[in-house]
């Protein structure tokens, strides 16, 4: 079977274009399904490249179904591209929402990072890191009430899904650097550190070389947190280089910034937790969503 004996495309132009892919809607021949289709052209790409966008709709199709993953239906790989189908979620990214409306009221941040954690559970359960986790690549399930995720009320009919596998990888652990520098966990950015100085001095690795799990994917949920409560990043610079030396330092003034936003404590501790510099002191998906933030007890 072919994609274009399943699917028609659109002939709109694309819905966005994510690196080397483009995402433009589709409708399934037999069912009248509305869908996305995400299409790499493997003709402009090395043959790594396109190997890995292969593995992309390959793992992504074996993920287990939940509300707050998007769901991939098929992958068709032919001479020329991949194109990995999935569904059409139609509510747009946590990234337009906030670019559009700022931050948002803490229970409605606590209603997302529910969600969130929830979707890093399954995927970190099916031995799989996301590796790119950003408001950005977390879309908005719509629903009927979809308009008040930034409302004041705990609004539980907005399902965030965690979308783009295009980083996701079972190979754990890694020291591959890949995500966004402003996302990236300290033990990504100080991998993306030594390999720079060892570029600047021609060196061999010297030593045990560093590695990451799937816990990387829980600090990036604490920076998209910080995010979702005051509109601002905690860690950024100029470069990625300063980035990630800002990251690895991890010494933002948290605490203050969100103190003077009016953040409830139980929020700070949360945040403090998922942003904890070691990786094995730091919390899973799933020990995170026992905070007392989450679960609205009070003691943790």
């Not at 819905?15 to 493997?42: E, F, L, N, P, W």
């Not at 033990?187 to 060892?198: D, G, R, W």
């Not at 003077?260 to 949360?270: E, H, I, M, N």
């Amino acid at each position: 079977m072919s994609f274009e004996s399943e699917y028609e495309e659109s002939r709109e132009p694309a819905i966005s274009i994510a690196g080397r892919a483009q995402v433009r809607r589709c409708t399934h021949r037999s069912t009248g399904a509305m869908r996305v289709v995400k299409t790499y052209d493997t003709t402009t790409m090395d043959r790594r490249r396109a190997d890995m966008a292969a593995q992309e709709g390959a793992l992504a199709t074996a993920l287990p179904a939940a509300p707050q993953l998007v769901r991939v239906f098929d992958v068709y790989v032919s001479a020329s591209r991949v194109s990995i189908v999935m569904e059409h979620i139609d509510g747009g990214s946590l990234y337009q929402r906030l670019a559009t409306r700022g931050a948002v009221a803490e229970a409605a941040a606590r209603a997302i990072t529910r969600h969130l954690l929830t979707g890093l559970a399954v995927l970190h359960a099916s031995g799989v890191m996301h590796r790119d986790i950003k408001p950005e690549n977390l879309l908005l399930r719509s629903s009927s009430s979809s308009n008040n995720i930034i409302s004041n009320s705990d609004d539980g009919d907005v399902v965030v899904a965690i979308a783009d596998f295009g980083f996701a990888t079972r190979r754990i652990p890694s020291d591959e650097v890949v995500g966004s520098p402003q996302y990236a966990a300290p033990e990504v950015a100080l991998i993306a550190l030594q390999q720079q100085q060892q570029h600047h001095h021609h060196s061999g690795a010297g030593g045990a070389r560093p590695l990451y799990s799937e816990k990387c994917d829980v600090w990036s949920a604490g920076v998209v947190v910080f995010v979702l409560l005051t509109g601002l990043l905690p860690f950024d610079g100029a470069t990625p280089t300063d980035v990630f030396t800002t990251v690895v330092r991890n010494t933002p003034p948290l605490a203050a910034t969100l103190r003077r936003g009016g953040v409830s404590a139980a929020a700070l501790s949360f945040l403090q937790q998922l942003l904890t510099s070691h990786p094995s002191k730091r919390p899973s998906a799933a020990e995170a969503l026992r905070h007392p933030w989450l679960t609205g007890r009070s003691a943790w």
